[in-house]
Each structure stands twice: as C-alpha cells, then as structure tokens.
C-alpha cells in the first residue's frame, strides 16, 4: 500500500499520496489538492517545491552531497574529462572509450558556426555585456536550424540539434570572448579536445603558433566539471519551464543563459571579483564589509557566501579552493584579491551571523579568482559557467520532454483589486 498524509482543510479530510526518491527524499503530492479541496499551496521562490521528478543529478544540502547519475562530484572532478561527464550527464551511464570516441567525432564534425553569425557581433556597442550576446546567439541558432522549432520531429534530429549545440557553444563562447578584446576570430582546430580547442579559439592568434598549456586546460576542465548540472536551480528551472511549452531547445537554452546572468545566480561569480576588488580599492577594512552584510538597511551582501540548498558547505567549493590554490601556485601569481577572499571567508566563516543562516562560499566565491588568474576578463565569467552548464540544460530539457511532463504553469494567490467599474476619464 502507497503511503499517504492526511491534511484537514474546512473540516474535511484530504489524503494526499507520499513519492519517495530513490535516496529516501519524500514529497507530498499535491497535483490534485485544488480540484479536490479548492486549496493551492503558496511556496515564494519554490523555496519547498519539487517540480518534477529527476533521474540527473542528487545533492543533499545538509551533507553537502552532490552526484551526477550516482557518481560523486569528487571523483568525477579529479578522474574524468568534461565530454565524458557531459556523455554521462546526457545518456545516464559512463561511456565506454568507443563511445566516448564516437560521441568526441560527432561533436568535432559541428564545432564551426554558420559564417553569417560573424556579422551579428559587428552590430553589438564595444561594452555589450557577453552574457547578453551570448543568449542571443544561442537564440539566433534556432533561425540556422529552422527544424529545431518543429516539436514531433525524430530521435535523431533531437540529437543533432543538442550535438550542435554542444559543439558550437565553445566557438561562440570564444568569438564573444575575441569581440570583448576586439581581437580577430579563431576557427576552430577539431585535432585538439574540447578545453584545449576553446583555449585555442580564445587565446590563439592568427598571427602566432598557440599550444594550450595543459595546467590551464586541466583547471578549466574541472571548473567546467563542477558547473555541469545542479538540479532544479534558477536556469535549469527556466530551461524546463520554457521547453514545457515546446519551444525549441536553442531558445529554451538562451532563456537558461539569461536566467544565469543575475547576481544572485551565475552572475555572482562576476559579482565576487568585483565585490573582493572594491573591498581592496577601499582599504580592505573587512569588518565594515561583513557590518555592511549583515545590515538589513543595506543592500549590500557577501556575494558568493550563502545556498538555497548547501546549509553546511558547498562541496564545489572546497573542490575549487584547492584547484584555486593549486593553479595559482603553478602560474605563479600573486593574486592580492585571493589574500583578502581567504581572509573574508575566515571572518564569515566565525561570525554568529553567517554560521546561525549557513552562509558558506559557494562554488562561484573562487571560480572567479582561477579565471582571473588565466586571462579571462570579469564579464566573461558567468559565459564560462554557461560552457559548464549546457549539459545539464540540456539533460533536463530532454527528461522534461521525455517524462511528458505538462506545461508549467504555477497558480497564484491573487491580492489585488476586487471588480469596480471603469471610470471615464473626464471623471477621473
Ligand atoms: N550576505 C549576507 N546575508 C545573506 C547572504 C549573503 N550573501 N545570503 C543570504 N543572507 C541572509 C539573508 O539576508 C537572510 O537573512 P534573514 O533570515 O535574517 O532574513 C538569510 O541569510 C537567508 O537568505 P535568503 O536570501 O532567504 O536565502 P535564499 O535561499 O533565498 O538565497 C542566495 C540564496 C540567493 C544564494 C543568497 O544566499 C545570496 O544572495 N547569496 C549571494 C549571491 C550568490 O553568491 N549567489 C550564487 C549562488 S550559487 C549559484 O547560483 C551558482
């Protein structure tokens, strides 16, 4: 016999059926509470709300657990190459080095972008932030690929459309990346791997023989690893939310990048350095900052502290804070701001404040400081959180649809006005 709670509304008893996840997480289905009850739920920010079912990705926030498809993030952080997780994160099971090979060349065979493209970056102003770009780009894809838009096309051109995606992404990413320092466009070069080509299109000239230094490839290659999916966060959310309606993967993955680019989301990691250099422009004065963070009047806050789900720490963190210290100690740099980033968790991490909410540094608090230290200019940070992402965008696009999960359409509680009659506007 299914489990069931019982909730008593006006009176009347209503039995609402428990699901239980595959790692004992349990919910209270409430799908038919309205029809039966005229009750909705009110949950502000889904702060209490699973909108789904997903096979994808486990995090626990108490444990600071995270697994793609069973597997730790630790392991697959220090053992496996970005593509070979994307497979994973994608398919549901590790590939096999054929597979692995195949699903490399199928990627290799899309990495160039229709040339028309190059002409829409001569339209941006010079400031244009590259995260804006970047969702329009990926948007204007769909119109290269009117088939894309067609919701009962086959297996295989779903699969081409996300094999394009994935191959393009890193080109695109680059040619925002050369049109932000005006420098001339790289093709790509499909006899290096994924983290080597989009280093070859971003840093390479054409002028100069460019040979990816593997120090660097092999940080970007986890960064990219532990930004590869998180579950139901802001832009998978959107992602899913904008494909329930059936509208193409391209524009459903252009509406995750833009759900990215907020501070409070992908943004943040932009967002850190700026915060960590403004503390250092101002003398480095950390407890009128940590003041300031914990003044309800001030807007200010601690940018990468804080999780709706890590309460105890973000295991991504810690992964990237060693990375962080491991990468800067081989390129030798000397990074004043990760001197005061260490001395803005320990004060944080000892406040009554930020230990009585959880506020932990979250995987953005560092990532910022490694793409610092290899060249990557600030407002191309949260581009490459978006390079990590696709995976998960889109493995959670393709669940949504392959789960027949309905629109999304959440309820509301209305506050508003109650009927009253037009007034004319001489009366007004
Ligand atoms: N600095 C100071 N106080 C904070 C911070 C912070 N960074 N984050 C949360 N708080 C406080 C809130 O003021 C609130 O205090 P209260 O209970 O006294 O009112 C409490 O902690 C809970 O915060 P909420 O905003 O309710 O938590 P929520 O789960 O809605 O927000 C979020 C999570 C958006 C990440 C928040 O912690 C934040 O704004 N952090 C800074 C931005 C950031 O780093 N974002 C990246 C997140 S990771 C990612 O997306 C990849």
Not at 126 to 144: E, N, V, Y
Not at 167 to 174: E, F, I, V, Y
Not at 323 to 336: S, Y
Not at 386 to 411: C, S, V
């Amino acid at each position: 016999m299914s489990e069931t709670a019982k909730i008593e509304l006006d009176g009347k008893v209503f039995e609402l059926p428990i699901i239980t996840g595959s790692e004992n997480e349990k919910a209270l289905d409430i799908s038919k509470l309205r029809g039966q009850s005229g009750y909705i739920t009110l949950d502000r920010g889904f702060k209490n709300t699973g909108s789904c079912t997903s096979a994808i990705t486990f995090l626990d926030g108490e444990k600071g657990i995270l697994r793609y498809r069973g597997y730790p993030i630790e392991q697959l952080a220090e053992n496996a190459s970005f593509l070979e997780v994307t497979y994973l994160i994608l398919k549901g099971e590790l590939p096999t080095a054929d597979q692995l090979a195949a699903f490399e060349e199928k990627i290799d065979s899309h990495t160039l972008v229709h040339e028309d493209m190059k002409r829409f970056f001569e339209a941006y102003p010079a400031k244009a932030h590259p995260m804006g770009i970047l969702a329009s780009m990926i948007c204007s894809m769909s119109t290269f690929y009117p088939e894309s838009q067609d919701p009962n096309r086959s297996e295989e051109a779903f699969e081409l459309s996300i094999i394009r995606l994935i191959a393009k992404l890193p080109t695109l990413a680059a040619m925002v990346y050369k049109n932000t320092v005006r420098h001339p466009f790289m093709y790509p070069k499909n006899d290096l791997g994924y983290v080597e080509n989009f280093m070859y299109m971003t840093y390479g000239m054409p002028t100069e023989e460019y040979k990816p230094d593997p120090v660097i490839a092999s940080a970007l290659n986890k960064l990219l690893i532990l930004h590869a999916d998180h579950e139901q966060n802001c832009s998978a959310s959107t992602v899913r939310i904008v494909g329930s309606s059936q509208a193409n993967l391209y524009a459903s993955i252009s509406a995750g990048i833009s759900a990215l680019w907020g501070p409070l989301h992908g943004g943040a990691n932009q967002a850190v350095i700026e915060m960590l250099e403004m503390i250092k422009e101002d003398g480095g004065d950390l407890d009128k900052w940590i003041a300031k963070a914990k003044d309800k009047q001030d807007p200010f806050r601690l940018m990468g502290f804080g999780h709706r789900v890590y309460k105890n720490f973000d295991p991504r963190a810690t992964i990237i804070k060693k990375a962080c210290d491991d990468i800067l100690g081989k390129l030798g740099v000397n990074d004043p701001t990760l001197e005061i980033a260490k001395r803005l968790e320990e004060v944080a991490l000892n406040d009554e404040y930020f230990k009585a909410r959880g506020l932990y540094p979250n995987v953005d608090f560092y990532s910022g400081i490694i793409y610092k230290a290899i060249g990557i200019p600030t407002e191309m940070f949260t581009v490459m959180f978006a390079l990590g992402r696709l995976p998960g965008w889109i493995a959670q696009w393709k669940e949504m649809l392959d789960n027949g999960d309905p629109i999304g359409r959440p309820r509301q509680v209305y506050t508003g006005e109650n009927e009253r009659d037009f007034v004319a506007l001489d009366k007004r």
